[in-house]
């Protein structure tokens, strides 16, 4: 045996690894963490010398007793003082007062709280440039600034802030050891989904749209040693946001590289999202049962990224696996665990629910559904909640295999309904005592979310974009974007978003899930936007309305085809498509020949109809010798439009001359359509 691990050394003490790193650390033997190796004459004298302090300290502790020695940890970082929570306001005095108000305040309310005269604050709202009534609602900010300038020592909070503030206070005297949540990132196609199909035994690869993960799903898995919750973001580039969401709701990164492949882009996006979030990375090296496979490559390559391995001298741990064959999965979950017993994760199972809504739909049996994401206290069925803008009450809750569940704690995947209507992927989930506070908190969000949609008008599309744009027309082009999950409908914004211009502005008008409805077509016809749809399909009557308003709806499955069309419509380079429509044939018969005209073919239709100032094309023999267009078309004596099947008729074609008797005129016309995929 080469040498001895840390953290195998603290596994056979039956004490924390961060505990015993700090003890050797004390005593003058320095390691880096607790994959650092120690020669086995160093390993022995530690074990005959804190063995028996182990076994008094540690091993005789009932298990219960665990959660003592990790909260400690929380008298030691600095908290900022409760004032600092709230940024916009200026730091409180020792002696200010907090008053909490509700989110919907108006003047009379602020008033009436803080003991001022009505007329005293409207004055001093007219001189901060506001006119205001007794029933104008107010943000809490310029709340503050008047009840300053009127001599008020008070610092003023919303209900909600508030009463996180009070659950920040007492959530450390009932904290608990928590499960880690992993996020897996890394390049496509190197085995992300697989990976975690292996971990946790089920196929759920075989549910993806060709293999590749489409959206955001979290799972949990139960190992050996504990509790295990992943969430697996897509590999796919166009869905950069999706994966940084998922950065910032776990604690531990498992970067899978492909062995064979190396360093993709994708993955150094990954690597960056999970500095930017401060998370631990761990590295997958997958794929090592291939005949290419080159792991010291990929180690190599992760070098001059800052994610040296251990063995190299650095404190990134790598784990070689292969999820095809399952090697090197337990090795991989106890290294995540490891992470995770260093990292002391814990939560406050007693405090009202909190968590993030990790993905969203509108499901056409169940109604509106988010995958849930718990990071704080527990949410029971029943509990009412607000999600953003929208609230509702728990009907029931579903595990990540579908199975239901009366309650869920930190660290918990789960799928809620019981929503009013679909939130956003990444909105926080916070629950509220009562359904009414809830209502009352949407009612005030979503009237805040009216008042930014209401500040967005001739139609615009794609084929005429660029022409506008040049003419000087189009300032700002506006999107109405839906799609079958809401974190499609972030993703291809956010990818869109970066076409923007110095010549054309891209505004999201509106973005949900769910069919193209005739409520959207409204609102693209009265904000002149496009309509673009992502995996879904306009119900008929929209699409019958948007004939008649005049709005382009775009739809598209796959996302770089959605935004290429968007950018060549920006320079010019999307050009509008026709298909031919043949509107009839006529027979020439005999031919006329007239002074200062020419030749007038005298013609018999025989099917369709013919009409003056078409396209049409001289067959003989069923071979084109001529196109042009109808520039003549008479009946008996009088000019006519067209002429139906079954009637005789003449029918000139300007300066063409060659026409002879048994040749077919044949008439057309091109429809324009959209390029559509």
């Not at 970067?255 to 401060?278: C, F, S, W, Y």
């Not at 009612?443 to 744009?469: A, M, N, P």
């Not at 085809?561 to 018969?589: C, F, N």
Request: some cysteine.
């Amino acid at each position: 045996m080469a040498g001895v691990r840390v953290y195998e050394l603290a596994r056979d003490l039956g004490v924390s690894s961060k505990n015993l790193i700090e003890e050797l650390r004390s005593q003058g033997i320095e390691v880096k963490s607790h994959m650092s190796t120690m020669d086995e004459e160093t390993a022995g004298l530690v074990l005959d010398l804190y063995r028996p302090h182990a076994t008094t300290t540690a091993i005789d502790a009932p298990p219960t007793e665990s959660p003592i020695m990790l909260s400690s940890t929380f008298t030691l970082p600095t908290t900022p003082p409760p004032v600092e929570l709230v940024s916009p306001t200026p730091p409180l005095e020792p002696a200010s007062t907090i008053v909490r108000l509700p989110e919907a305040l108006t003047v009379k309310d602020f008033a009436e709280a803080l003991q001022f005269k009505t007329k005293d604050v409207l004055m001093q709202l007219m001189s901060l440039g506001t006119v205001a009534s007794i029933n104008t609602v107010i943000g809490l900010d310029l709340a503050n600034t008047v009840a300053q300038k009127l001599g008020k020592d008070v610092f003023l909070l919303s209900e909600e802030e508030a009463s996180e503030r009070s659950e920040e206070k007492a959530e450390i005297d009932h904290l608990e050891p928590r499960a880690p949540v992993v996020t897996i990132m890394g390049h496509v196609d190197h085995g992300k989904t697989s990976l975690l199909d292996a971990i946790r035994e089920a196929n759920i690869q075989a549910t993806e749209v060709g293999g590749i993960t489409q959206h955001i799903g979290a799972y949990e898995v139960e190992t050996p040693k504990g509790k295990i919750v992943f969430l697996d973001t897509p590999g796919h580039e166009a869905f950069t946001a999706m994966r940084a969401r998922g950065a910032q709701i776990t604690d531990i990164v498992v970067l899978v590289v492909a062995a064979n492949d190396g360093v993709m882009p994708q993955t150094r996006e990954a690597i960056a999202h999970a500095k930017a979030a401060g998370v631990p990375i761990v590295v997958a090296i997958n794929k090592i049962d291939l005949p290419d496979a080159n792991p010291d490559r990929v180690k190599q390559q992760l070098s001059e990224l800052d994610l040296i391995p251990e063995e190299w001298g650095g404190s990134t741990i790598f784990v070689e696996v292969s999820a095809k064959r399952e090697i090197g999965l337990e090795d991989l979950l106890e290294m995540i665990l490891l992470q995770a017993e260093i990292l002391e994760l814990q939560s406050d199972p007693q405090q009202l629910a909190k968590g993030t809504v990790v993905e969203a739909k509108l499901d056409k049996t169940r109604g509106p559904i988010a995958t849930v994401l718990i990071q704080k206290g527990t949410l029971h069925v029943g509990d009412a909640y607000v999600a953003g803008a929208h609230y509702g009450r728990v009907r029931a809750m579903f595990d990540d295999r579908g199975r239901k569940v009366a309650l869920a704690g930190p660290s918990t995947p789960i799928e809620v309904l019981g929503f009013a209507d679909v939130p956003a992927a990444g909105d926080t989930f916070a629950a509220v005592e009562d359904e009414r506070k809830a209502r009352h908190i949407s009612s005030i969000r979503q009237d805040r979310l009216r008042t930014k949609q209401l500040s967005q008008t001739s139609r615009v599309t794609l084929e005429d974009l660029y022409r506008r744009i040049s003419a000087g027309e189009v300032k700002d082009l506006n999107l109405v974007i839906k799609a079958d999950v809401q974190g499609s409908v972030q993703a291809l914004w956010d990818a869109i978003s970066k076409l923007e211009s110095d010549k054309v502005r891209l505004r999201l008008i509106h973005g949900s899930t769910g069919a193209i409805t005739e409520s959207d077509v409204m609102l693209a016809s009265a904000s002149n936007a496009i309509v673009i749809g992502f995996s879904i399909r306009p119900i008929p009557k929209a699409a019958e309305l948007a004939v008649q308003e005049h709005v382009d709806i775009r739809l598209y499955t796959v996302i770089y085809e959605a935004i290429s069309d968007v950018e060549k419509a920006m320079v010019g380079l999307l050009r509008p498509t026709y298909t031919e429509r043949i509107l009839g044939r006529a027979e020439v018969r005999m031919l006329f020949h007239i002074s200062r005209i020419g030749a007038i073919a005298g013609c018999q239709v025989r099917e369709g109809v013919v009409r003056r100032n078409v396209s049409a094309r001289v067959l003989r023999d069923n071979v084109v010798v001529y196109e042009g267009r109808v520039a003549s078309l008479r009946r008996v004596k009088e000019d006519v439009e067209e002429v139906a099947s079954g009637f005789e008729c003449g029918i000139g074609l300007g300066r063409y001359q060659d026409i002879k008797e048994g040749d077919v005129i044949e008439t057309f016309i091109l429809d324009e359509v959209a390029p559509r995929l």
